[in-house]
């Protein structure tokens, strides 16, 4: 019965997203949807991306990460300079299979940011590792702003506070990367939006997943069930890493201009505010809030000046009616259920094997 309750929810999630994407596209079709509107589409996928793999590391993994930012960052310019590098050097035509690869290129770059993070950072606990977290997040922007790119013929050249290189400039430190083929669209955002869910979904009913909520709820009893603690918030943060890395990327093929300066900590606590205003541990939640939140903006600009405080105002009350019993029992739960010793076997039974 419980993995049926599961099935059902994952399958209505997932009706969820591609009720939306079927409405999205008969407005776009038909001409109801306003063109400020359109242009969010491409940023509302990328904004669920990362709302639902950040929830992996802080509700289903326990941890508290305030860097996310800079794993979309690093996918964002690996993505850009993957589609330059493949349209100048291979003459690649086919824009599809061009933002394809630079997604996979953005997310492999991210995974090794993650990994090279995770080793000391999942050390800590608490306040420190988010505090650490958040740190590499800005030195991370910091070297992107001293990085500079150029292509020469099918040569890619690199230099860090040396902006006289060979051939075209790709990347220009601070400046950024102007004149970026903006080949990212909304139907590609739609399948990478599946694909998060899929992922994230798939891992977090597994016997890994199990492995890291139980790690979660008790590391202690983990640990004494023989549980590698370590492995399995890595696993979660590295995948968490991967997937912000291939949102980066279609975010920075969205724009023809992308700097460092876009990825600041602000965009982190935004990501973190999307995962808690929809229900931390809940996917459904952050995807729902991400979307609203993300249009909630450019639905207000007619307001001009008072947007903003009736955007702060609606934040407000969110958070007064989701931490509501009655209203969290019907729509939402901030906390996920406890786990019992039986499934810290079972999470060990997958570890072992």
């Not at 050097?89 to 991210?110: D, I, K, Q, T, Y």
């Not at 004149?179 to 909304?186: E, L, R």
């Not at 009893?221 to 968490?240: C, D, L």
């Not at 702060?312 to 969290?328: D, Q």
Request: charged share 15%; hydrophobic share 55%.
């Amino acid at each position: 019965m419980k993995m049926k309750k599961k099935t059902l929810s994952n399958l209505i999630t997932y009706a969820i997203v591609i009720l939306a994407f079927v409405l999205c596209q008969w407005l776009i079709a038909s001409g109801r949807m306003t063109r400020s509107l359109k242009g969010q589409m491409v940023p509302i996928c990328v904004y669920v991306v990362m709302a639902v793999s950040l929830n992996l590391v802080v509700g289903i993994s326990g941890e508290l990460s305030l860097g996310h930012a800079g794993f979309m960052s690093v996918g964002a310019f690996a993505g850009v300079i993957a589609s330059a590098w493949m349209a100048g050097a291979f003459a690649m035509e086919n824009e599809l299979l061009r933002l394809l690869l630079a997604m996979v290129v953005g997310g492999v770059v991210a995974g090794v940011a993650g990994v090279l993070i995770g080793i000391p950072v999942l050390r800590l606990r608490g306040d420190y590792l988010a505090i650490v977290t958040l740190a590499f997040g800005e030195i991370i922007r910091n070297v992107l702003n001293c990085l500079y790119f150029s292509l020469e013929g099918s040569r890619l050249h690199v230099s860090f506070n040396n902006p006289n290189l060979p051939g075209t400039i790709l990347v220009n430190g601070p400046n950024g990367a102007k004149d970026v083929a903006k080949i990212a669209t909304f139907p590609v955002g739609f399948a990478l939006i599946l694909f998060t869910l899929f992922v994230v979904l798939n891992l977090i009913n597994s016997r890994s997943g199990r492995a890291i909520m139980a790690s979660r709820d008790n590391r202690i009893a983990a640990e004494a069930m023989g549980i590698n603690v370590t492995k399995y918030k890595m696993m979660a943060f590295v995948t968490s890493a991967v997937l912000a890395g291939m949102a980066g990327a279609l975010y920075g093929l969205n724009f023809s201009t992308i700097t460092a300066a876009k990825f600041k900590f602000d965009t982190s606590i935004l990501v973190l505010v999307f995962v808690v205003l929809g229900g931390i541990g809940n996917i459904r939640g952050s995807i729902i809030a991400a979307a609203l939140l993300t249009v909630l903006p450019e639905l207000l600009r007619a307001f001009n000046d008072y947007r903003m405080l009736i955007y702060a105002i609606v934040l407000i009350l969110v958070m007064l009616a989701t931490n509501n019993p009655t209203i969290r029992g019907l729509f939402t739960r901030l906390v996920p259920q406890k786990h019992s010793g039986t499934e810290i076997v079972e999470a060990k039974g997958g570890a072992e094997e």
